[in-house]
């Protein structure tokens, strides 16, 4: 079961940053300690700290690259076909991958975390990122299991 805008939201006003939102969703399914899974994708929000690729979808790829990456070519074939649907239907859903895109400001300007949330951004347009690389890693996942 899915989380939705408003858990993620609350998750993440509550300390925690968008990637370790998605992360929190999939840890134990990979088999990860909490604490260590968290750090993983701890420096993923706003965008890298950069206005960079969007934090969620970042550990969206880290989930993949865990659950499905190893050594050898056919697994690097794998990875990269489920990353490329990641991408496509994030983008789908949210336009663009880049985090100052998506929030219309560049996170690391001095004051620009209080502007997005008096502008109501980061209650709508990151909660539906989060959400969205939620729901996109659940169908690749449960695709997966359908089909093995």
């Given at each position: 079961?899915?989380?939705?805008?408003?858990?993620?939201?609350?998750?993440?006003?509550?300390?925690?940053?968008?990637?370790?939102?998605?992360?929190?969703?999939?840890?134990?399914?990979?088999?990860?300690?909490?604490?260590?899974?968290?750090?993983?994708v701890?420096?993923?929000?706003?965008?890298?700290?950069?206005?960079?690729?969007?934090?969620?979808?970042?550990a969206?790829?880290?989930?993949?690259?865990?659950?499905?990456?190893?050594?050898?070519?056919?697994?690097?074939?794998?990875?990269?076909?489920?990353?490329?649907?990641?991408?496509?239907?994030?983008?789908?859903?949210?336009?663009?991958?880049?985090?100052?895109?998506?929030?219309?400001?560049?996170?690391?300007e001095?004051?620009?975390?209080?502007?997005?949330?008096?502008?109501?951004?980061?209650?709508?347009?990151?909660?539906?990122?989060?959400?969205?690389?939620?729901?996109?890693?659940?169908?690749?996942?449960d695709?997966?299991?359908?089909?093995?």
């Open positions: 079961m899915t989380i939705d805008e408003k858990k993620a939201l609350d998750m993440m006003l509550g300390g925690m940053g968008c990637g370790q939102v998605v992360m929190s969703e999939f840890y134990e399914e990979l088999g990860l300690d909490k604490d260590f899974a968290l750090n993983i701890q420096g993923f929000e706003g965008g890298s700290f950069a206005a960079s690729d969007c934090g969620a979808l970042e969206g790829r880290v989930i993949l690259s865990i659950k499905y990456g190893g050594r050898g070519d056919e697994d690097k074939v794998e990875l990269v076909k489920r990353i490329f649907e990641l991408n496509s239907k994030f983008k789908e859903a949210m336009s663009s991958f880049n985090c100052k895109e998506l929030l219309g400001r560049d996170v690391m001095e004051g620009a975390m209080a502007k997005l949330i008096e502008e109501n951004k980061i209650q709508t347009t990151c909660a539906r990122a989060m959400v969205s690389v939620i729901d996109i890693l659940i169908e690749i996942l695709n997966d299991k359908a089909n093995n």
